[in-house]
């Protein structure tokens, strides 16, 4: 194939409407006639609403509606396997903190938060079951994206008694919320039984097909336009509750209505990364060989829904050992239903493996990295297959160089800056390559330019820029020649922006488009002239497809305050080919920041009586700011894959999300000897004796 | 409002943040969080950085308001635009009217001396991308071509 195996570190293509405030994002499209929406969400995690008193709200000059479950109107809200369970007002039940109770309109925005603070909700609360540790309501879930939730090689509790070596622990790690910088908007207007949404999503022909269903409309009624995206992380996936109660409340009033969720509001019914506690077991010989490895994962999902946080997934393929156990068990509790977040169960997941890992290494006095080399998997264990590449030694071995790992002196509390303790700590990356159906048009204008048209995303992960890179590359044109289109269902569609997989299933179609036009261009053809591929969904067949990389963390840690500050982090990755080594290297250096957050910060706290979230704002949940992260890079260590897909891609936006939290919290050990397993490693975890 | 006399009728309690992007369609500035607490609203008035969100409308009457759509001139970027969009210093970019406002306000107070002291600085600008290495690295750029 005619492509570098590394893409040129081009500018992105919407760097400058981004830097001059130019891109429009949701909430940013002015249309004519538009109202306020504003949502009133409840304040008891589980019972019923008594009453809704709106008069007041009504009264106010400029209120146009107050919709309840009182007056809504009747709507399609239960989901099914590819949609979640929605809070649409259709009955008095509530369910979980926050969850949208009432929806007020205004003519301006000020008006419709004032209405929407006088409308008087009275409940009749029941006691809510608020931790996973106290619900009693448990189950295994059959399966996980497809995969069986649960797996059994071997014999792992007889391997497992018989090892010379055992760690049995458990982690556990705490309920996140994305928090994009941009709350989720919605714009709806109705024309007729037509259904226009601007919406902050990252999957156009979801929430096309979802309100469809709400609504019972025809699909091809609702047009979804989505041309940027101020972050999404996994929380934009999910077709929410606003979403309908926008078009809905258009509907009622006759106008185009704009809702955008307040930042409390960001903590309700829009997901979040359920709570996990996961108890690992390894058995070893005296040189480290793994026999056997038990991973059982227990996580929270919602009362009305399931959402199963894949921890144990990671643990099947990793490391060669030829007795494994990995189990998942959800609990419900009166919570809102969770979702995927960066990276979803690699991250919780590479956080309790790699930390194990970490404590088998001491506990057989060996070094950490030549631990995992003993364990390296040639091929994948769980299924046999052979890996279409991999490139995890020379991840290691470049990681290592970077952060200096032959300066680690492997005893704890063993090395000081003056008074302040040094820690050094690495941990194994790893995410699926995926790759799903994806459609694409590449058309050559008369005058010679050229358009990339897919219904994709750019959720700042360069999608503008990449495309363009791609097409440029394979007609053999300058970039400035070609531009992409995307974000409006009425382009050819593409999948949700979702698990890595985006880059390697619309970069397929891209490149299979532009190829053909390409070779019609060469036959004599004359433009204008378009080609359009329809690439089809590919999960692995003969090959066992993974990214890998290996992180690198230094800490220093104050031994009097237990304040942990991150001073470098170095992470190497091998995902294939790399189309745009800027823009790849930005989304590893940003995954490694989700690791500091998820490592040190993030965790958000449920009162144990009430349910209710105390600390819903970016005051009270802390997200990594400028001064957490010290010095960091990310290395692309070049992969060639003929088997992954016809580009050869396999995704970089997660990988940097895993093993990141692990490789800190082993330095937190290695600087102080103390063992957190419980995210995140605040002041006091460490002080206690 | 950027160098020009803009007159607006708005109630008391309009915020100047919604001022800006409900009333005189500069959407450039965002709304993260609305509680002073993210940074995505900042911008400058009479010179110096204001969280837009905490500050109402009619509290600024004749000052001058500088946001993210009046800090090129014509085609030509500011040298911090021009840093961001080399060092990508933004991945979504929805924070980054306010970084580059903040910086651009530390770089004319002289509070740009080493990147321990960019990153102390711009930490009131989150960024939730992670995209904080190559903000540190767009400041410094500028910081040592003009001085």
Known sequence: MNLPLVGAAVDRADGRVKVTGAARYTADVALPNAAYAVMVTSEIARGRIASVDAVRARSLQGVLAVLSYENAPRVRAEGNDNAFALSLLQDDRVRYDREPVAVVVGESLERAHHAASLVRIAYEAQAPVTSIE???????????????????????????????????????????????????????????????????????????????????????????????????????????????????????????????????????????????????????????????????????????????????????????????????????????????????????????????????????????????????????????????????????????????????????????????????????????????????????????????????????????TVYAQLAATILELPLERVRMELGDTDLPPAPLSAGSWTAASVGSAVYEAASALRDRLRKGEKAPLEARADAKAAWGGRYSTHAFGAQFARVEVDPDLGEVRVRAMIGAFAAGRILNRKTARSQYLGGMVFGIGMALHEETRFDASTGRIVNANLAGYLVPVNADVGSMEAYIVEEEDAHVNPIGVKGVGELGATGSAAAIATAVFHATGVRVRDLPITPEKLLQP | ?????????????????????????????????????????????????????????????????????????????????????????????????????????????????????????????????????????????????TT
Not at chain 1, 256 to 268: A, D, E
Not at chain 1, 411 to 420: E, F, H, I, T
Not at chain 2, 20 to 26: A, G, P, S
Not at chain 2, 110 to 136: F, H, K, P
């Open chain 1, 134 to 464: 106290t619900s009693t309501d448990r189950y295994a879930p059959e399966e996980i994206f497809g995969h069986p939730a649960s797996v059994t090689r071997g014999d792992p509790e007889a391997a497992l008694s018989a090892a010379a070596i055992q760690v049995r622990r458990v982690y556990s790690t705490p309920v996140e919320h994305h928090n994009p910088m941009e709350p989720h908007a919605t714009i709806a207007s109705w024309d007729g039984d037509r259904l226009t949404v601007y919406d902050a999503t990252q999957g156009i022909t979801n929430v096309r097909k979802r309100l469809a269903a709400i609504f019972e409309i025809p699909v091809e009624n609702v047009r979804v336009i989505s041309s940027f995206l101020g972050g999404g992380f996994g929380g934009k996936g999910g077709v929410w509750s606003h979403v309908a109660l926008a078009a809905m409340a258009a509907r009622v009033v006759g106008r185009t209505v704009k809702l955008v969720l307040t930042r409390p509001q960001m903590f309700g019914s829009v997901g979040y990364r359920p709570r996990t506690i996961q108890a690992i077991a390894l058995g070893a010989d005296r040189d480290g060989r793994l026999s056997a490895i038990a991973h059982d994962v227990l996580s929270q999902t919602s009362v009305f829904d399931e959402f199963v946080e894949s921890s144990g997934l990671v643990t099947k393929m990793l490391y060669a050992a030829p007795n494994v156990r990995t189990t998942h068990t959800l609990a419900r509790v009166n919570a809102a239903t969770p979702t995927y977040m960066r990276a979803p169960g690699e991250a919780s997941g590479t956080f309790a493996l790699e930390s194990a890992m970490d404590e088998l290494a001491y506990a057989a006095g060996i070094d950490s990295i030549e631990l995992r080399l003993r364990n390296y998997a040639q091929t994948d264990p769980d299924d046999g297959k052979e890996f279409s590449s991999k490139h995890l030694r020379e991840c290691y071995a470049l990681g290592a160089e970077k952060i200096g790992w032959s300066e680690r002196d492997v005893r704890p509390r063993s090395m000081r800056n003056g008074r302040l303790l040094l820690g050094m700590g690495m941990a194994t990356a790893t995410y699926p390559a995926n790759r799903v159906s994806a459609s694409a048009v590449v058309r050559m204008e008369a005058d010679g330019s050229v358009v990339v048209r897919s219904g994709t995303q750019d959720l700042g992960t360069g999608s503008y």
């Open chain 2, 1 to 145: 409002m950027n160098g020009e006399a803009r007159e607006l009728c708005v109630e008391p309690r309009v915020t100047l943040l919604d001022a800006l992007r409900e009333h005189l369609d500069l959407t450039g500035t965002k709304k993260g969080c609305d509680q002073g607490t993210c940074g995505a609203c900042t911008v400058l008035v009479d010179g110096r950085r204001v969280l837009s969100c905490l500050t109402l409308a009619v509290m600024h009457a004749g000052a001058s308001v500088t946001t993210i759509e009046g800090v090129a001139r014509g085609d030509a970027l500011h040298p911090v635009q021009d840093a961001f969009v080399e060092h990508d210093a933004f991945q979504c970019g929805y924070c980054t009217p306010g970084q580059i406002l903040c910086a651009i306000a530390l770089l004319q107070e002289g509070r740009t001396l080493d990147d321990a002291a960019i990153r102390e600085q711009m930490s009131g600008n989150l960024c939730r991308c992670g995209a904080y290495e190559n903000i540190v690295a767009a400041v410094r750029a500028v910081a040592e071509r």
